[in-house]
């Protein structure tokens, strides 16, 4: 009897060596499944943050144009006012001018 208690012991050791060893599998498994997961979602969400600042460098790029473009029709504008009030007063400027000269 105390030879089937010593093999059962012997037995539930074994078993339970087996189980351990498996368990430790099963985490390194799970271990290595995770951080491929992880490295996967990093590279997800890197790729979408990518996207998304060229979509918002894009938008800067066309607000920057649009910007440009009107600053310089502004400044077109005020050039050719500037110039067409010169015309206008360019006369009388050079008849001043003249008769400071003269007297």
């Known amino acids: 009897m105390a030879k089937d208690?010593?093999?059962a012991v012997c037995a539930a050791e074994?078993?339970?060596?087996?189980?351990?060893?498996?368990?430790?599998?099963?985490?390194?498994?799970?271990?290595?499944?995770?951080k491929q997961d992880a490295a996967a979602l990093i590279e997800e969400r890197k790729?979408?943050?990518e996207q998304k600042s060229k979509q918002e460098i894009?938008?800067?790029?066309?607000?920057f144009e649009k910007n440009s473009l009107d600053a310089k029709a502004e400044a077109?504008?005020?050039?050719?006012e500037i110039s067409a009030l010169a015309d206008k007063n360019r006369d009388a400027v050079i008849e001043q001018a003249a008769e400071l000269l003269v007297q």
């Open 14 to 34: 074994e078993e339970a060596a087996k189980r351990e060893e498996k368990a430790t599998e099963q985490a390194a498994q799970a271990l290595e499944k995770a």
């Open 58 to 63: 894009d938008k800067a790029k066309e607000a």
């Open 76 to 80: 077109q504008k005020q050039c050719d």
């Open 5 to 7: 208690m010593l093999d």
């Open 47 to 49: 790729n979408a943050a």
